[in-house]
């Protein structure tokens, strides 16, 4: 097991508030019998289709054979996918999200053989998953829902960005999108008929975490868990009113979609646990089933909406060494993470332990056939123009700009990372053209130069590091990959000895690149929190401290002089995903969620809401923030808001300038003559006249 998973396991098994043993039977039914295992490790998700049963876990595609369906066989399998987390197969394709890894298109037509078509680079965490007509649906967490033309499954396009708040799983219906809101603990919904501008239009509130939607006519089943929390306590503690009471299944008439009526709920056994945390329902007739991690799976009747009842339940056994040996004495049955359905039989991922054959004779029926949805397509339109930037629009998702070198006229030329495109130099003249590009094995989400080398996080294709030639053009001359994990940022020490790395959900990496034919891994770090976009600073305190941003810990300072070395200064709050720092002098700018920043002085330990804070009345400085010179820039990718303020004065900021994208900004880029170079996601690089 590797170090993530161990840490995890721990975490899950600390957490664990009562037993959530649903028992033998009582109002959850009997419990059902596993009768077989896959034999393939940790699965995630599950899909049954005919007599073919799919299966995704630990980076790969598993196709197995349904002849004998309590004992299916491995026929093939296809791996490289990264964190993958849910799964569809339709007419022959398998459609993977992955986390940070983004969405990925599988040929399964022949099962022996399942043959990748394409990766798409999705917008933030690729989690939720639905597929209606020629659109696919994908949850991306905080970035909202992305939607995705996939009529040709080799080039996949994105269509448009929904932002509905945390968007964990969701379900695509008759034109509308019914999406399951994590923390704001929602139903919320979207008005689809265009999908190149969808809408929200209502939202029902729910008694848990809202995760995963089926939709089935008029009706809506959400599944949900976690907490049933309040405004006044967002975050119960063990004792207090919702603590671990979130979980169940929620029930809704969606006749009319702008007013979600509520029918009916069922609450399963309460629990917290940080992780596993994902919670998702299936129909078939007149039965919905349902997994609930810790609690396992439920078998529930929906003959009638407004009285749903528990038929049987089965719970995953402790899996040695994670949930026992050790443990502590509450540990807990391995999590039911997804659930595939034949006929008589339930095929359980368990995320710890294997895929589980579970007996349901008479119960588990094939699910419902997807709807016939049609969906009518628009042509893209033109961006009117915008005299506050000029727009170059590249065929990937840009995820960073940095001002490279001149040319003989002194107009800048950019190193943008591409996403699928791979990097891009991009004059960034009256009209932003580009110039070169280069290929790159992976997606490229960062690009940073230093001296006559290029060092990219090439996501699955790790880090590579590049020469620049007296011809401007880039060779490849190293390269170092972390197996199923991904590279999502590469930023590069003052030195240019070493570079930090964001390596899968949360890992940090510090590379030596002394020797460029041959990176070396010299530190090593972890703590609780994903790390989503965009974790480092991108500048360095004094010249030499780096800043790392674990979500859930908080922010911790390397030193980048000699060999690197946690400093053993952290600040350890809760920090929202897209809020960072940018170093001032020996101090760290930092934007909070009250939409203003704090300075942050080296071993300050005490939380934001008791430190000066500083903003522009009437403004949100939320965002990842960039200082240059006396400029403070904010990017807000969850939002789409970038603004830059004069902090000339360090108290008393003063707005320059202020924009709401339709995409996900990164960090913005100060040049010259009061510009600036913002990534813009889909929309392409921006040129910015902030100061006009």
């Known amino acids: 097991m590797t170090r993530y998973w161990k840490c995890v396991a721990l975490l899950a098994l600390a957490g664990v508030a009562g037993s959530g043993e649903p028992g033998s039977g009582g109002i959850y039914g009997p419990r059902l019998e596993e009768v077989g295992k896959l034999g393939i490790g940790p699965a995630f998700d599950a899909v049954v289709d005919g007599n073919t049963l799919y299966v995704i876990g630990g980076g790969t595609l598993y196709v197995a054979d349904l002849a004998n369906p309590k004992a299916p066989k491995v026929v093939s399998k296809l791996g490289g996918f990264g964190h993958v987390r849910q799964l569809i197969v339709r007419d022959g394709i398998a459609y993977i999200t992955a986390r940070e890894d983004s969405f990925f298109l599988v040929d399964v037509s022949k099962r022996e053989k399942p043959t990748l078509l394409s990766h798409y680079d999705s917008i933030e965490l690729a989690t939720g998953l639905s597929l209606s007509g020629n659109i696919a649906f994908i949850a991306n967490r905080h970035a909202g829902v992305e939607l995705i033309d996939v009529t040709n499954p080799r080039r ?25 809101v994590w923390r704001t603990q929602e139903l919320v919904v979207v008005d689809a008929r265009n999908p190149r501008k969808p809408v929200q239009i209502a939202s029902a509130p729910l008694t848990g975490y809202g ?105 995953l056994p402790v899996v040695p060494g994670i949930g026992d040996g050790g443990m502590p004495v509450d540990a807990k049955p391995g999590p039911a993470v997804g659930l595939g359905v034949g006929k008589d039989y339930l095929y359980v991922a368990g995320s710890w332990s294997d895929l589980h054959v579970i007996a349901a004779p008479g119960l588990a029926i094939p699910l419902d056939p997807p709807a016939v949805s049609k969906w009518t397509i ?4 033109t961006a009117a123009a915008d005299p506050r930037y000029r727009l170059y629009m590249s065929e990937g998702q840009v995820y960073s700009a940095i001002p490279w070198y001149k040319e003989a006229d002194g107009t800048n030329v950019a190193l943008v990372a591409a996403g699928s495109a791979g990097i891009e130099a991009v004059r960034v003249g009256p009209r932003p053209q580009r110039v070169a590009s280069f290929r790159t094995e992976g997606i490229a989400y960062d690009a940073t130069p230093h001296g006559d080398k290029v060092y990219v996080a090439e996501g699955m294709g790790g880090l590579t ?74 500048n360095f305190a004094e010249n030499r401290h780096a800043m790392v941003m674990w979500t859930v810990t908080g922010l911790y300072q390397f030193d980048m002089t000699g060999t690197p070395k946690f400093t053993g200064w952290s600040y350890p709050h809760r920090f929202a995903p897209e809020n960072g720092s940018t170093a001032d002098g020996k101090n760290w700018i930092t934007t909070t969620v009250s939409g203003k920043y704090v300075v942050l002085e080296p071993g300050e330990t005490r939380p934001t809401e008791e430190l000066p804070a500083y903003g522009v009345e009437g403004y949100d400085l939320r965002g990842k923030p960039s200082l240059f010179g006396n400029t403070l820039f904010t990017a807000n990718a969850l939002t789409g808001r970038v603004t830059a303020v004069d902090v000339t004065d360090r108290k008393r900021p003063m707005l320059l300038s202020t924009m709401l994208l339709p995409e996900h900004p990164g960090y913005v880029v100060g040049m010259d003559d009061g510009q600036a170079l913002i990534p813009g996601g889909y929309q392409g690089l921006l040129v910015w006249s902030f100061r006009k």
Request: glycine content about 8%.
């Open 378 to 381: 628009p042509k893209r339109e």
């Open 465 to 538: 590091i590049w020469q620049r030639g007296s011809d401007k053009k880039l060779t490849r001359v190293g390269q170092l990959r972390f197996g199923d994990h991904s590279v999502q940022q590469a930023t590069v020490a003052p030195d240019g000895r070493h570079v930090l790395l964001h390596v899968g959900p949360n890992l940090l990496k510090i590379v030596d690149v002394s020797n460029a034919a041959t990176p070396k891994l010299v530190l090593e770090d972890l703590h609780i929190g994903l790390f989503y976009k965009r974790p480092f600073a991108i």
């Open 211 to 315: 995760d995963g939607v089926a939709v089935r006519g008029n009706i809506a089943y959400v599944s949900t868990g976690h907490h049933s929390s309040t405004p006044s306590v967002p975050y119960p503690k063990p004792g207090e009113p919702g603590y671990g009471s979130g979980h169940g299944l929620e029930i809704f008439d969606i006749s009319n979609p702008a007013k979600p009526r509520f029918l009916s709920r069922l609450k399963t056994p309460p629990f917290y646990n940080l992780y596993m945390d994902t919670w998702r329902v299936r129909l078939a007739k007149n039965y919905a089933y349902m997994n609930d991690t810790y609690n396992g799976v439920f078998v529930v009747d929906i003959a009638d909406p407004q009285k749903p009842k528990f038929l049987a339940h089965h719970q």
């Open 156 to 180: 996949p396009e994105h269509l448009s960005t929904i932002r509905v708040g945390e968007a964990q799983s969701l379900a695509a219906h008759d034109g509308y999108i019914y999406v399951g």
